[in-house]
RNA sequence: GCCGGCGUGGCUCAGUGGCAGAGCACUCCAUUGGUAAUGGGGAGGUCAUGGGUUCGAUUCCCAUCGUCGGCUCCA
């Protein structure tokens, strides 16, 4: 029996074959596998091809399918390689490489059809189901992944064990768009775009920026165990700045640019530049390290308009941004503090979870040296004191070269969001070089110079799509201390209001996001708005509950909770912020 | 930025080469209600924008903008 991935790779033969079939012209390229499906990338030269050619292309692909039994390899010479592909370019190339990396050049025939392959295919086509595959989409792909070659037509199928697996899959993509952050956003007014303000900069609703409130002051929370002290700086910086950092260099085409009346400014796409003048502002005992600044700051960047998506992607960029200076020995501890700041937040938020995360060692590239700032010994040190905290700390952990910033390594926090895909949130980032490079010191015991480490953490990361995946985590049904509204108060007539209306006084003094549904909607309607809003709790207040003295108290996630007195309620909810 | 799809009231969507439609939301009137939509009226649209074809374009064509799915990028 062969595997699902054999049956995806079969497919994109096959898949290859309807498309030559239907157009003779088409240059073929590669076609793997993917872990939904697979794809083959195809040259249409000047013909355009969209999705609405796929029904026709899957089609034929049905029609070849019993016709194919198994696949027969074929061995080439690289002569006769080169001849049999001589028009096709993409080909072509791919076999250069083989044979120079002295490989074997093989080739697979199944029906009429051959193709350069290494092989993984099913031993006979009779093995898969023609109702467990489907053509998805058409999308476009540069060749070999680079921007600089030609952009290719790539067409993409879905295909699984059978028609019921690839229905379950068609089922869970439609569950994942009934909890997308932009519809949601939308439906609890969490968030805004306006065509005049522009793309990708979002404008925050009073509810939106509640749960951005409530978000920071919870990592506040959590981070104030540490001695963490507020900074503020401007948006906008002269140029130099980032020339001293090295940033320029790499990032000068992404930066917004501020014509002024004499001089000219960038808006800030990072705020470690601007902290490090916070330090470098008077002299600094070894007394007083670490020093620990952070900021809920907003920091600009000119993104590519083909890159932007909900709050996913954005061009206005909000960091809880924070950065340590210490001596070299306070390294490891400073790290571990930060890790446990992490593990604390997303624990709370039910992500923190083995199987639901892992932790991206984020080195450098010893091939592309010339990406990173500083020498190869510094970096050898960091990479190998962020390796041993991370074992230290029982992460689960995997060293990814290349994935380093340009200052220094990184612990990088990846979870899996709701649909399962894997997204970066926390991350911690140790740098020898910007502190060199902006010439920061202090005084030690012995009375020297020295230069403090940086250390750069950000614990949601871009607040914009640390909401984008907790929406779409809790689908809307957020938890109390992150709720936009907490409670809504509903009075079932108009004689309820006034008592209403205390209440409503009363979490407003404590803090509580309530709102007061005091609408001449019937009863029924106030639920229902309550219901829709996803507020976590409710409560209610008719003649019942005034003659009780006590409020009804209905909670989104565990059902009528009855009657209480007003003291219980408050305290139920101070115990959940 | 590149390849492809899609743009109709605030939202969700019908519809058509010949007067622009519905439900929800909004507003007004009536309804005073105990767990998911009370009834009736009203207002609201240059059919994304700009060109072109046509007697006539929201509809067909082109461009621009926005958005969606990919690719590339991500300090």
Not at 424 to 447: A, H, I, W
Not at 453 to 460: G, L
Not at 511 to 536: E, Q
């Amino acid at each position: 029996m062969s595997t699902i991935q054999e049956k995806r790779h079969s497919l994109a033969h096959l898949l290859a074959q309807a498309v030559i079939s239907i157009y003779p012209e088409a240059k073929l390229t590669i076609g793997p596998a993917t872990d939904n499906g697979f794809y083959y990338d195809c040259d249409f030269g000047a013909q355009k091809v969209t999705d609405h050619d796929l029904a026709r292309i899957q089609k034929e692909m049905k029609k070849i399918l019993p016709t194919w039994d198994g696949f027969t390899a074929i061995s080439k010479t690289p002569d006769e390689a080169r001849e049999f592909f001589k028009d096709n370019k993409y080909k072509l190339e791919l076999i250069e490489e083989i044979i120079s990396r002295n490989e074997d050049i093989t080739f697979y025939q199944s029906g009429e059809f051959i193709d350069l392959c290494r092989g993984g295919h099913v031993e006979h086509m009779n093995e898969i189901d023609p109702e467990s595959f489907k053509l998805d989409r058409v999308a476009g792909a540069y060749w070999r992944g680079d921007e600089k070659n030609s952009m290719l037509t790539r067409i993409y199928g879905l295909a699984f064990e059978n028609k019921v697996e690839l229905d379950e899959y068609l089922v869970r993509m439609e569950q994942a768009k009934e909890r997308d952050h932009r519809k949601l956003g939308k439906e609890l007014d969490l968030f805004t775009f306006s065509e005049l303000v522009g793309p990708g900069l979002p404008l925050f609703t009073p509810k939106g920026t509640a749960m951005r409130k409530a978000i920071i002051s919870k990592i506040q929370q959590l981070q104030s165990a540490f001695d963490y002290q507020e900074v503020w700086i401007p948006h906008i910086t002269k140029p130099e700045l980032y020339m001293k950092s090295g940033h320029w260099d790499k990032f000068k085409d992404e930066l917004f640019h501020v014509k002024g009346q004499e001089t000219d400014f960038v808006m800030k796409p990072m705020n470690c530049p601007h902290h490090t003048q916070i330090f470098a502002s008077k002299a600094r005992s070894y007394k007083e390290l670490p020093v620990r600044y952070t900021e809920p700051g907003v920091v600009y960047r000119d993104e590519q308009s083909g890159e932007l998506m909900g709050l996913g992607r954005v061009r206005s960029i909000t960091q809880d941004d924070g950065h340590v200076f210490c001596t070299p020995e306070q390294v490891k501890e400073e790290i571990r503090n930060i890790v446990s700041i992490i593990k604390q937040f997303y624990e709370l938020l039910g992500l923190m979870y083995e199987g639901n995360y892992w932790v991206s060692l984020s080195f450098s590239d010893p091939a592309t040296p010339e990406k990173y700032l500083g020498d190869k010994e510094t970096w050898a040190i960091a990479e190998a004191a962020l390796e041993e905290i991370a074992k230290e700390e029982n992460l689960p952990y995997k060293i990814i070269p290349g994935e380093a910033a340009f200052y220094g390594p990184k612990i990088d926090f990846i979870f899996k969001d709701a649909i399962g895909r894997e997204r970066q949130l926390g991350t911690v980032q140790l740098d020898f070089n910007m502190p060199k490079r902006f010439e920061l010191e202090y005084t030690d015991k012995d009375g020297f110079k020295k230069t403090p480490v940086m250390i750069h953490r950000a614990i949601a990361g871009s607040l914009e799509r640390f909401l984008s995946i907790i929406i779409e985590h809790y689908a809307g049904n957020f938890p109390f201390w992150m709720a936009p509204v907490q409670v809504a108060i509903i009075p079932i007539g108009d004689a309820h209001l006034k008592s209403a209306q205390c209440l409503h006084d009363d979490f407003k003094k404590l803090d509580i996001r309530s709102v007061l549904l005091d609408s001449k909607d019937n009863f029924g309607k106030k639920v229902k708005r309550a219901k829709d809003d996803r507020v976590p709790y409710f409560v209610i207040i008719g003649d019942k509950d005034i003659e009780a003295q006590k409020f009804t108290l209905e909670s989104r996630d565990e059902g009528p909770l009855g009657q209480k007195p007003v003291e219980e309620v408050i305290e139920l909810f101070k115990g959940l912020l």
